[in-house]
């Protein structure tokens, strides 16, 4: 009871599978054992279940929390003490004149209401060419209950590999086809809910998304002296994807009204060099700072200002404002998912000035950003090892007559990396009038998104804003001439409305090797869309619509264009 607040759940899943060889295969052709498990942890803690709990905090939270005293309880005091009492409830009310901000201290203090988290681990394993047969449970009890409980239980085993070559439990193929496979992943979210005072609500959600798949070859060599002459990591392949929430507001007002020249691309070109510097000071292979022959400019042995570790280290350091934390080129991937949000505020309604003519005013306010890399591979010319950056490939870029020296070779191949930022909205205002029948509304939104391919070695940049205005209007009681509905007139309620937005939509590609930018693409786009709805019977709805749109190009690659939409709907409610 004491922890009821608090609600923990552990969920675990998993799977093994034994494929049997084909019958007519000879004894180099095993069998195939593969696993997947899945872990699932929950949690929600309800923080005004525990404040409501700790009579300290719940008095902070609640000033008035205690009742006053009854009239039956008045009456059952002596006049005496009933006067006293009197007394005391008028000197109280005359001393604390601070109540409610004392009340708005206290909400603004245990404004945390409750929070969640989802955690979620994947992971599975497949080996083939595995000589052990299936019996009990799927273990061989004639070979030392091969492969083991914890693999039939679809739990991760790293000794599997190792005892199933010193147990020789893989066939004596020279020649494999199959590869020895590992997976793996991580999702992790979270959310939250903050009211700083009772009109103010913030809600906060972050998620952080991370899967590899790892596959080699295990290829048996009779001249090989070392694992019972098994050669393992054979051509090892690693494949995954990644994305997590993080936060670009610091940076995102920065750029100015023209779309061509970005101060954010600017910094983004200026922290090559300390992304460069930074990566050959963790790199004992580099030999620091040199000059390219024939121009005196000052560059960084291995990490020339496009090569890949240095325009990722960069792009997230110009665009964020801040540094990935151990960052090397085996750990390219931020490792704290930062919150977004959702904003609603309906305070407003309460200014005297608003309560006149409104009974109500909503705000609301979105933010999102998210960092993804979509697919990535290891290189198969970095270091065998996988661990030491010290083999390096050819750069094209020549000074003069004298080549730089090579650039060192990353050990992902990432072929884009993305940024996407949205207010959604930016702000929106509702309005609710005394006259019930009407509404309106306004809105602005803005979205960005900037797409890093390090192999093109260039930026594309996609802007986009709109701006909304809305209305709305309900007449209670429509009656149409003279109809008739099952004996009836026919009145019902008609509800329209009408929405008008434009948006601009601009994409520029910025190159990372001239720093020139140039738009590709652009549209500004008017929108209406109006509808009116109207309740025939209680089953049946008439819907009457119209919807024009316009869009102009803003460059010569395209034509402007207008659509139009218009009809009728009827919806039919069966009960």
Do not use: C
Not at 442 to 470: D, W
């Amino acid at each position: 009871p004491v922890l009821n607040f608090i609600k923990v759940a552990y969920r675990y899943g998993g799977t093994y599978t034994w494929n049997r060889k084909p019958f007519a295969a000879d004894i180099q052709v095993g069998n195939t054992i593969q696993n997947t498990n899945t872990q699932n942890i929950t949690a929600n803690v309800n923080f005004v279940s525990l404040y409501t709990r700790i009579p300290f905090l719940n008095k902070l939270l609640n000033p008035n929390a205690a009742a006053p005293k009854t009239a039956q309880t008045m009456n059952r005091l002596d006049p005496k003490k009933r006067e006293m009492t009197l007394a005391d409830t008028l000197k109280s009310k005359k001393e604390n004149p601070f109540k409610n901000i004392l009340q708005l201290v206290g909400q603004t203090l245990l404004m945390l209401k409750n929070a969640s988290l989802t955690y979620q681990l994947n992971g599975g394993q497949a080996l083939p060419n595995f000589l052990p047969s299936s019996q009990y449970l799927g273990l061989d009890p004639e070979v030392n209950h091969a492969p083991g409980i914890k693999f039939i239980s679809g739990i991760y085993d790293s000794e599997l590999l190792q005892k199933s070559i010193s147990n020789q439990w893989i066939s004596l193929n020279p020649v494999q086809t199959s590869p020895y496979l590992e997976n793996s992943g991580k999702t992790l979210n979270y959310r939250a809910s903050i009211e700083p005072h009772k009109s103010l609500r913030i809600d906060l959600n972050g998620v952080y998304t991370l899967s590899r798949s790892k596959s080699s070859y295990i290829l048996f060599d009779s001249t090989y002296s070392l694992n019972n002459g098994y050669r393992t990591n054979i051509s090892p392949v690693e494949t995954g994807n990644f994305n997590i929430s993080t936060l670009m507001l610091g940076r995102s007002f920065k750029e100015t009204g023209d779309a061509l020249s970005s101060v954010l691309f600017n910094d983004f070109l200026n922290e090559r060099d300390n992304a460069a510097r930074f990566l050959s000071e963790q790199n004992p292979y580099s030999k620091g700072i040199d000059t390219i022959p024939g121009t005196g400019r000052a560059y960084y042995d291995g990490y020339t200002p496009n090569q890949q570790d240095v325009l990722l280290y960069a792009f997230y350091k110009a665009y964020t404002g801040t540094e990935i934390s151990s960052y090397s080129t085996r750990s390219i991937f931020p490792k704290l998912p930062l919150p977004g949000w959702t904003l609603n505020f309906d305070g407003l309604g309460q200014i005297p000035a608003f309560q006149k003519y409104f009974r109500g005013i909503g705000l609301r306010h979105g933010y999102r950003s998210t960092y993804s890399i979509g697919s990535f591979n290891n290189d198969l010319l970095f270091n065998s090892d996988s661990m030491l950056q010290n083999r390096r490939y050819q750069v094209s870029v020549v000074s003069g007559t004298a080549e730089l020296n090579p650039n060192f070779i990353s050990y992902y191949n990432i072929n884009t990396v993305v940024f996407s930022e949205n207010f959604e909205p930016l702000i929106r205002l509702d309005f609710q009038f005394k006259d019930p029948k009407w509404t309106f509304n306004t809105e602005m939104k803005r979205n960005k998104t900037i797409a890093l391919n390090p192999k093109s070695i260039q930026i594309i940049e996609t802007r986009g804003q709109e701006f909304v205005v809305g209305f709305g209007y309900k007449h209670p009681k429509l009656k149409i001439g003279k109809w008739m509905i099952m004996g009836r007139p026919l009145e019902s309620p008609l509800t329209t409305r009408m929405d008008l937005s434009y948006r601009k939509n601009i994409t520029i590609i910025r190159d990372i090797s001239s720093a020139n930018s140039m738009p590709s693409a652009g549209t500004n786009i008017w929108s209406l869309r109006s509808s009116a709805d109207y309740q025939i019977t209680d089953m049946i709805t008439l819907r009457l619509f119209y919807d024009w749109t316009s869009n102009t190009p803003q460059t010569s690659a395209a034509f402007p264009t207008s659509n139009t939409n218009g009809g009728f709907s009827l919806r039919i409610n069966f009960q």
